[in-house]
């Protein structure tokens, strides 16, 4: 697509409950990433993919999150168990290539997460 | 690992000039970025650095010292819609992009 696109723009779910965000890349971007942003704060990063594959996945908080990449294409961040302090702002961005060299990330609009 | 540090707000005149400032540390380097988010927007990218020095791009500019481990990243001749968030982020020696907390900016009349 001409950017990149995350579902949902907004979702709102019960403490405990599992929630999965997607984001469609731009396409033929190879690079893909995860970042978490909240109120005031910069984007944290959490997992990069380079294809398929979990390149650097060293920023996922603990193993309630995962996400995957089966068809090096579209990607999807899933959060078990959710809590509270999961509320944030899910942010997706894909490059050309990796972020070293002058490859600009392009981010969505984000998928805005509160768990009550 | 690494450490930015940018300032957390800055206030700026219409029509004026706004330097903002980043440093950090890193165990390895391989670029600098500067990024803009309006408020409730996605980031935009602004500019990047490798080599020491200045980079210009119309009314922006983003300045690289490696040896100092800082950025800084200039706007001239503000206008209303630069207010926003700006985010200092770096490439160090693995493959991820890593924010500082951004500083947020306001330009007033």
């Known amino acids: 697509g001409a950017g990149v696109s995350q579902t949902p723009s907004n979702k709102v779910t019960e403490k405990g409950k599992y929630v999965e965000l997607r984001c469609d890349p731009i396409s033929g971007h190879t690079a893909l990433y995860w970042y978490r942003q909240s109120l005031g704060q910069g984007p944290e990063f959490l997992i990069y993919f380079q294809g398929t594959g979990a390149a650097d996945d060293s920023g996922l908080p603990n193993d309630r999150f995962f996400a995957v990449r089966p068809e090096g294409s579209v990607s999807t961040l899933k959060i078990q168990r959710t809590e509270r302090g999961d509320s944030a702002v899910y942010l997706c961005a894909s490059s050309k290539t990796g972020p070293s060299g002058a490859n600009v990330l392009t981010f969505g609009a984000g998928s805005r997460l509160t768990v009550l | 690992g690494q450490n930015i540090d940018q300032p957390t707000e800055m206030t700026a005149t219409e029509g004026a000039i706004v330097q903002i400032n980043c440093t950090y540390q890193?165990?390895?380097?391989?670029?600098l970025f500067w990024y803009q988010q309006h408020a409730g927007e996605a980031p935009t990218f602004l500019s990047y650095?490798?080599?020491?020095g200045l980079e210009e791009k119309g009314r922006f500019s983003s300045f690289l010292s490696r040896s100092k481990g800082y950025s800084y990243l200039l706007l001239k001749e503000l206008q209303m819609k630069d207010s926003a968030s700006y985010l200092c982020?770096?490439?160090?020696?693995?493959?991820?992009?890593?924010f500082g907390t951004g500083t947020q900016l306001k330009v007033e009349l």
């Open positions: 650095n490798v080599l020491d």
């Open positions: 890193t165990s390895g380097f391989n670029g």
């Open positions: 982020g770096l490439t160090g020696g693995g493959n991820k992009l890593t």
